[in-house]
T-cell receptor, first 114, second 113 residues
Framework: DSGVTQTPKHLITATGQRVTLRCSPR?????VYWYQQSLDQGLQFLIQ???????AKGNILERFSAQQFPDLHSELNLSSLELGDSALYFC?????????????FGSGTRLTVV | SQELEQSPQSLIVQEGKNLTINCTSS?????LYWYKQKYGEGLIFLMM?????EEKSHEKITAKLDEKKQQSSLHITASQPSHAGIYLC?????????????FGKGTKLSVKP
């Protein structure tokens, strides 16, 4: 157990639908990152939150949004889903630089859009 | 072009052989992270390198950072079937107090018993 919890582990939904992925960071970590991993694109950074505020945006589609709550858990909302959104979605959290713990990843949510 | 290039893309080695995976950045690195991933599973943190010339080891895996070349190498000694998986390098760049990691495409390692 890495300490980063992602739910659900698997999700199957139809095109056009909306889903919410949830992430609880490792205790004490203030930063949360969302990544998408597909076979052809590899691991792509989507968005980062730090202590409730958006810190950085990557290749995140307008149909996707995220937020980090006061208890530091984060949710990634994916709407108007398309077949191409099928992928593994990872959440990671990080400790302050210099602690040597790096970025800790959750076990991912596998999204299948049919 | 890719900011972070990993080579080789895939590698098949006989059990007991040594191997090296390389990761080269096109920009100045702030930190370089190595992860291992079993297919379809989460990423397992292996090592983090920050200083030029830094070298770290974990069991039979050693990683080095060459600051001049902006390159890191991951070396596995006496490979075992348990080493099989996808190795990913992730780079942190200057420009923020703690930014996101950019990842290479990964190296798929197979170890033949």
């Amino acid at each position: 157990d890495s300490g980063v919890t992602q739910t659900p582990k698997h999700l199957i939904t139809a095109t056009g639908q909306r889903v919410t992925l949830r992430c609880s960071p490792r205790s004490g970590d203030l930063s949360v990152y969302w990544y998408q991993q597909s076979l052809d694109q590899g691991l792509q950074f989507l968005i980062q939150y730090y202590n409730g505020e958006e810190r950085a945006k990557g290749n995140i589609l307008e149909r996707f949004s995220a937020q980090q709550f006061p208890d530091l858990h984060s949710e990634l909302n994916l709407s108007s889903l398309e077949l191409g959104d099928s992928a593994l979605y990872f959440c990671a959290s990080s400790a302050p630089l210099g602690t040597g713990y790096g970025y800790t990843f959750g076990s991912g949510t596998r999204l299948t859009v049919v | 072009s890719q900011e972070l290039e990993q080579s080789p893309q895939s590698l098949i080695v006989q059990e007991g052989k040594n191997l090296t995976i390389n990761c080269t950045s096109s920009k100045t690195l702030y930190g370089l992270y190595w992860y291992k991933q079993k297919y379809g599973e989460g990423l397992i943190f292996l090592m983090m390198l920050q200083k030029g010339g830094e070298e770290k080891s974990h069991e039979k895996i050693t990683a080095k950072l060459d600051e001049k070349k902006q390159q890191s190498s991951l070396h596995i000694t006496a490979s075992q079937p348990s080493h099989a998986g996808i190795y990913l390098c992730g780079a942190a760049y200057y420009g923020g107090s703690q930014g996101n990691l950019i990842f290479g495409k990964g190296t798929k390692l197979s170890v033949k018993p």
